[in-house]
Every structure is written in structure tokens, then in C-alpha cells.
């Protein structure tokens, strides 16, 4: 989107600017989860299928933990980052109080009142 150049805006014939939308972007998406478990779980099969006999335990192991660390829901993860950013602030008690959600915004400032109010409630309902 663009706006069309206007006293204050810009000057005449000056190319027309573009409306940053950056920071509403960053309050949509301000808790992202990432994963890269199949990623990860491939690499590891490929070392398995050429590792030597005595490292093949610890890769089986290490594809049990990428499997398991794979199926944890989204939800669970951000709630467990809800519980880190809170103990970092020093909040002890209820994730959902109001004490929590202010505490929550302190810490992560690009947090808007619906996200820290949403995280927090699906931190306390994990």
C-alpha cells in the first residue's frame, strides 16, 4: 500500500512512501514456534545408515528424542515459554493472573494485551 505524497508526507516529486506495517506484523506473530524435527530426523538416519555398530545405540536414542521432541503440540510450547519468560521476571504464582500478564508484557514488550492474555491462559490451561 502507498500513500500518495501530501504536505507533512512528502514533498512534490518525491516518490510516494510506504506504510510500515512491520510492527502490526510483529504483534500477530510475536510468539512463533519452529520446528525442524523431519529436518533433524533425516540427518540422523542417514548417520545411522553409515555409522560403525558402537555409535549406533546413541543415534537410535537420538531419533527417539527428536521424535518425541517433534510431537509436543504448539501449545504446550508456548506455554513453556509463557513459564520461562515469567520466572525470568521474577512472577511467582497463578500464569494467568493479571500479576502474570503484566509481568508477561514487561518482558516481552511486543506483546499485545490479547496475545499475553491468550498465552497466558493456554499456559495455565497446560
Known amino acids: 500500500m502507498f500513500l500518495k505524497s501530501r504536505a507533512g508526507v512528502g514533498g ?10 512491520e510492527k502490526r506484523m510483529r504483534r500477530d506473530m510475536a510468539v512463533l514456534v519452529l520446528r525442524d524435527a523431519p529436518g533433524i530426523t533425516e540427518l540422523l538416519r542417514e548417520a545411522f545408515g553409515t555409522a560403525p555398530a558402537t555409535e549406533r545405540p546413541g543415534l537410535e536414542r537420538a531419533l ?3 521424535a518425541e521432541a517433534g510431537s509436543v503440540p504448539d501449545t504446550e510450547l508456548r506455554a513453556r515459554w509463557v513459564r520461562q519468560r515469567l520466572a525470568a521476571a521474577g512472577h511467582e504464582g497463578p500464569v494467568d493472573s ?9 518482558a516481552e514488550p511486543g506483546l499485545s494485551l490479547l496475545q499475553a492474555v491468550t498465552y497466558a491462559r493456554e499456559a495455565a490451561a497446560a
Open 98 to 106: 493479571v500479576a502474570a500478564i503484566k509481568a508477561l508484557r514487561t
Open 12 to 21: 512534490p516529486g518525491q516518490a510516494p512512501r510506504m506504510i510500515n506495517f
Open 64 to 66: 527417539a528424542l527428536v
